[in-house]
């Protein structure tokens, strides 16, 4: 069966830090990736979804960045984190194709100061 | 702008009543249909998916879709109080890779 991970699972930086957060799927080859926020009391935001190694596509222009090294593996970055970054970061997957289920990870909660 | 309507509740039903999601969205061309249940401070889990028109049940959940009218909706039977919390619609179109989520209906069913 897939397995979905992310890590960390909480985390609080200042403003102006760094960000790097993993995703990883396991049990499945060529999954879509996506990773997306969701603000206190907000709907899902879909920031960026990738569909093979490399391949990024970006829904909202920020200061956030992704990058596919791998083909299970998803990151989310930043050079300097906002206080509006502040959220609930979720990974998904699904498999290769128009319309598929879409699985959440367990989510980052992050928490800029 | 693909837009998916949700109310958003709260939603109070008592225990052993029926709980009625409802979900609209603006994108005609729409093809897939998703309904998420979300704990609250925990992730979205996928409990339905609908694709045709009409009704599909699992357990006590039934979707309902209606193209036509651009409606989606949820029961559910029987309620719960663990089926207390955050449901999300979703939505499909028919390229692309994206969903469209609702701001979701939070549901409470007291004991």
């Known amino acids: 069966s897939q397995t979905i991970h992310q890590w960390p699972a909480t985390l609080v930086q200042p403003v102006g830090s760094p960000l790097s957060l993993e995703c990883t799927v396991e049990g499945t080859s060529n999954p879509n990736l996506y990773w997306y926020r969701q603000a206190a009391g907000r709907g899902l935001q879909l920031l960026f979804y990738?569909?093979?190694?490399?391949?990024i596509s970006s829904e909202v222009p920020q200061n956030l960045s992704a990058s596919r090294p791998q083909d299970r593996q998803f990151i989310l970055s930043s050079k300097k984190l906002l206080l509006s970054d502040s959220g609930f970061y979720l990974c998904?997957?699904?498999?290769?194709?128009?319309?598929?289920?879409?699985?959440f990870g367990p989510g980052t909660r992050l928490t800029v100061l | 702008q693909k837009e998916v309507e949700q109310n958003s509740g709260p939603l109070s039903v008592p225990e052993g009543a029926i709980a009625s999601l409802n979900c609209t969205y603006s994108?005609?061309?729409?093809?897939?249909f998703f309904w998420y249940r979300q704990y609250s401070g925990k992730s979205p889990e996928l409990i339905m998916s609908i694709y045709s028109n009409g009704d599909k049940e699992d357990g006590r959940f039934t979707a309902q879709l209606n193209k036509a009218s651009q409606y989606v909706s949820l029961l559910i039977r029987d309620s719960q109080p663990s089926d207390s919390a955050t449901y999300l619609c979703a939505v499909s179109p028919n390229t692309g890779n994206q969903f469209y989520f609702g701001t979701g209906t939070s549901l409470t069913v007291i004991p």
């Open positions: 990738s569909v093979g190694i490399g391949q």
């Open positions: 994108d005609r061309g729409s093809q897939s």
């Open positions: 998904a997957w699904s498999a290769t194709g128009t319309g598929d289920e879409q699985f």
